[in-house]
């Protein structure tokens, strides 16, 4: 049987990864695969023995450790009997990528890394608006905002620059209108699709 196929969803917190994985699964059939929301899912189990650690790691934005995500990922995979995923925010350091590396990234095909670049500014007050809406999230707050923006300048951005000299990143503009953003993605699915790898 053909391996399952990755693409992974990288950018800034709140560039607009979930808003554009949704129009993804809605016009190309993907299942997402929100890393964050399997480790909030995860926190929310009362019998989870990693609640407790995921609470702080998010609010202090720093990244969960590697065995905890690669397992919610690799279960959702299963679980969802399908065989193409975005993976979205996640790799987000060297310690999830050396355990994507050694246990599952052999036993799928990686596509591409989907890059949504927008400006802190930007992301920022996206955040604070979410937060603001009721996001209900604990790190939609300014404290929270500095630390996730050092994690991702300082972990992050490698991990991007690592897919890149690979020729993996394709990269997005994402400080338009939601609409005009996905125009964009849809082209480079387009792209990649005539390529055949799909
Ligand atoms: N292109 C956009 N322009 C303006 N607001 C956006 C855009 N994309 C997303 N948003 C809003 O910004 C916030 C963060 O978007 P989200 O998709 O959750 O980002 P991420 O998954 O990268 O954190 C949400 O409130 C969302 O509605
Ligand atoms: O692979 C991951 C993905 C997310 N997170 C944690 O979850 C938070 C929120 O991530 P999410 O992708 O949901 O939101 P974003 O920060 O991109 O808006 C991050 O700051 C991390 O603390 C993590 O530890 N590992």
């Known amino acids: 049987m053909a391996k399952p196929k990755v693409i992974f969803v990288l950018g800034a917190p709140g560039a607009g990864k979930g808003t554009q994985c949704q129009k993804i699964v809605d016009n190309f059939g993907y299942v997402h695969l929100s890393a964050g929301d399997l480790l909030r899912e995860e926190r929310a189990k009362p019998d989870s023995k990693y609640g407790e650690l995921i609470e702080t790691y998010i609010r202090e934005g720093k990244i969960v450790p590697v065995e905890i995500t690669c397992s919610l990922l690799e ?24 355990g994507w590396n050694k ?37 939609d707050n300014m404290q929270s905002l500095e630390k996730r923006f050092n994690t991702f300048t300082q972990e992050t951005q490698p991990i991007v620059k690592y897919y890149e000299e690979r ?13 005009d953003v996905f125009g964009r993605v849809k082209e480079v699915f387009t792209e990649v699709e005539a390529g055949g790898d799909f």
């Open 75 to 98: 279960n959702a995979m299963k679980k969802s009997g399908k065989e193409k995923f975005l993976i979205d925010g996640f790799p987000r350091n060297q310690n999830n990528l050396d």
């Open 103 to 139: 246990t599952l990234a052999d036993n799928v095909k990686l596509l591409f890394v989907l890059f949504f670049d927008c400006p802190k500014e930007v992301c920022v007050d996206r955040c604070l608006g979410r937060g603001a809406a009721g996001s209900g999230r604990s790190d």
């Open 167 to 179: 020729g993996l990143v394709r990269n997005i503009d994402a400080t338009k209108a939601p609409e």
